[in-house]
């Protein structure tokens, strides 16, 4: 199973988005039958049937072995990731955006979409996939503000300067600073 599955076709997003299908891919996050999902949802097999079939059909849950039970072959499955990312492709930019200068937020949701796709085309086969991910909060004075983007530039320019140069791994770093919400997590 696989960490993460970005949907970038209409049909993975349409058979995803069906309250039904959702609810049957949390119960196969563990390898289930069709019957054992349908009595966990208290929902027929065959109904639960009709909505792993199009869940397998779009790539979102895959067939992990099989069993016979009462003589009938029966499948069980297993959903094809811990979450799925929806591509921000899908729907596209709905009339023009802003300048997309650096301190729009145009700029960065076009950088947000950018790492989304970058970190959905990583081979997740691979032994080792080096990377970090720093989140932190920082409060500037709104005269300060220039100031604080100043140091940042240099500092990050600084960084692209001394590890920029042809030999190595490559790492793409996107840094993103934006306005805290007044959302309670």
């Not at 309250?19 to 208290?42: F, I, K, M, T, Y």
């Not at 979450?83 to 899908?90: H, V």
Request: hydrophobic share 35%; with cysteine.
């Amino acid at each position: 199973m696989r960490d993460v599955l970005y949907l970038d076709r209409l049909e993975q997003a349409e058979t995803l988005l069906k309250p039904q299908r959702v609810e049957v891919l949390r119960q196969l996050a563990e390898p289930h039958s069709c019957g054992e999902v349908a009595g966990q949802l208290a929902q027929t097999p065959q109904r639960v049937y009709y909505h792993v079939k199009r869940l397998v059909e779009a790539g979102l849950v895959t067939q992990v072995s099989e069993r016979k039970v009462r003589g009938v072959q029966e499948g069980v499955y297993q959903a094809a990731a811990r979450s799925y990312w929806l591509s921000p492709r899908l729907v596209g930019v709905l009339g023009p955006r802003r300048a997309q200068d650096e301190l729009s937020l145009g700029h960065l949701l076009t950088l947000v979409e950018e790492v989304q796709a970058d970190i959905a085309d990583l081979d997740r086969t691979a032994p080792e996939l080096p990377s970090i991910g720093v989140s932190g909060e920082i409060r500037v004075r709104p005269d300060q503000r220039q100031e604080f983007l100043d140091d940042l530039k240099t500092v990050l320019r600084d960084l692209f300067t001394r590890y920029g140069g042809a030999e190595g791994d490559a790492f793409k770093l996107a840094v993103a600073c934006y306005p805290k919400g007044d959302r309670d997590d």
